[in-house]
């Protein structure tokens, strides 16, 4: 048995399914998960001692690959100095400033401790700031695990959620609408009917809880025009999007395809924290007036704004905002998903890539999808065999036909080079 099996079989006996978060356990492509025993810049080292070239990247949060000697450094300063206040700290000041002048559509943002609480502190604040309960969120977006968000669609527009989770109350899911994403017509007939009851709208502007899909133009253009006109708040959840997809988050990319875009209320997580529990929500500040204590929407964390994680998300911005360093990313990342494109072509295999700055995603299916219904004709066997294979041969993909990829500042063309090279003969295996 490989130490991988043993630590699976020791885990499965304390914690549920061995994982402290579902989508580890490999469940959608079966097998083992691998135990990390450590991280080397674009690698990852499991318990038998294999090393993978690594685009998970923790999900997202390591743009600057694994043990990146800066946020090292300003990391162990930090631990010297004390884990944790609960009272306020320069650094908090430093690091909303970092993100307040990167993200021109936020004046104020409040930090957290996970994406998850981010989400749902943003979704009450629209709910007080605008005196509203309905929200509205779109199929195969994923918001965090709060209850009003764990919700699929009901059986029609003028019906609401229901939960997708047990223990979510059906009450909990009565006020969430769930719309395909980039229907355009959805869209319109949903405000028609509930556009002045509505709080806010929810939604990835490039969604990477089903792969890879953008919002298209047409459709963040109407959504940002029908928001404006019913008086709902424009959330954007750029956990993942945020600080990846382009140095301004996917709203900078979009205000360059759409004059004047810009959301009301943002949600950030992942990169800003590099690795650390770090994430935040920030707005103007006529809409963060509402927030405790200047107004009555309650929020708070014993944690939040953690001087460690403060010191780790810092010196990662700090990085990332260098000259050039998007540009670099962003042609490694094209270039991964333009060698997998060409590669598949030989293989006569059905297949179609995208990518913005360094999340990318990859489909065996001939067209790039719109939304999750289409997402979701994948061949699973197909991808499970491309996955596996590519494990194999040492490229950690994430588990799941789902998930979006991420590539790191760390990885090289060699290591480009190097998963191609596997991508080659795991396709012949896919194939089969
Ligand atoms: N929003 C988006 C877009 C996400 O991708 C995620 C997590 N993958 C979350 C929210 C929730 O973040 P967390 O896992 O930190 O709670």
Redesign the pocket.
């Known amino acids: 048995m490989s130490q991988n099996d043993l630590l699976f079989e020791r885990a499965q006996r304390v914690i549920p399914g061995g994982v402290n978060s579902p989508v580890r356990a490999f469940r959608a492509v079966g097998g083992t998960p691998r135990f990390i025993a450590r991280g080397e810049g674009a690698y990852i080292v499991d318990a038998d001692g294999k090393r993978y070239i690594d685009y998970i990247g923790s ?1 997202g949060p390591m743009i600057l690959g694994h043990g990146h000697p800066a946020v090292i450094e300003a990391v162990q300063r930090a631990v010297t100095e004390g884990l944790s206040f609960g009272a306020p700290t320069e650094r908090e000041i430093e690091l909303a400033e970092e993100i307040l002048q990167l993200v021109p559509s936020c004046e104020q943002v409040r930090l957290v401790s ?4 981010a ?1 749902m502190s943003a979704i009450r604040l629209a709910r007080g700031a605008t005196g509203r309960n309905k929200f509205i969120k779109f199929e195969g977006c ?3 695990h709060t209850d009003a968000l764990l919700v699929k669609a009901g059986s029609g527009l003028a019906t609401f959620g229901h939960p997708t989770s047990a223990g979510v109350p059906e009450a909990t899911a009565q006020h969430t609408l769930v719309l395909e994403y980039n229907n355009v017509q959805a869209l319109e007939e949903a405000f028609a009917l509930h556009g002045k009851e509505l709080a806010c709208v929810i939604v ?1 502007p490039i969604a ?2 089903m792969n890879f899909v953008r919002a298209s133009v047409p459709f963040m253009t109407r959504l940002r025009e029908l928001c404006t006109e019913s008086g709902a708040l424009l959330v954007l ?1 750029e ?2 999007t945020g600080f990846r997809v382009d140095l301004r988050s996917a709203q900078g990319h979009y205000a360059d395809l759409i004059p004047g875009f810009k959301p009301d209320i943002s ?1 950030f ?1 992942k990169v800003i924290g590099g690795g650390m529990p770090l ?1 935040a929500f920030g707005a103007s500040r006529d809409i963060m007036k509402h927030l405790a204590p200047l107004g009555g929407v309650y929020q708070a964390g014993t944690l939040s704004g953690n001087p460690v994680a403060t010191a780790c998300g810092l010196a990662t911005l700090r990085e990332i905002r260098k000259p050039g360093f998007f540009d670099a990313l962003s042609a490694r990342t094209r270039r991964l998903v333009d060698g997998l494109s060409a590669v598949a072509r030989e293989q006569g295999i059905p297949f179609c890539a995208d990518s913005q700055g360094g999340m990318f995603g990859f489909f065996l299916l001939p067209e790039l999808p719109q939304n999750y219904t289409a997402v979701m004709r994948t061949d699973k066997e197909q991808f499970n065999r491309f996955f596996h294979a590519m494990l194999d041969a040492g490229v950690y993909l994430a588990p799941a036909l789902y998930e979006a990829g991420f590539v790191s500042a760390a990885h090289t063309d060699a290591d480009i080079d190097a998963t191609l090279h596997a991508a080659r003969d795991a396709f012949r295996q896919a194939l089969r």
Not at 114 to 117: D, H, L, V, Y
Request: charged share 15%; hydrophobic share 30%.
């Open positions: 999900w996970s994406g998850t609480e989400t994923y918001h965090g990835e990477g809880n959840d956990v993942m949600v997580g994430a």
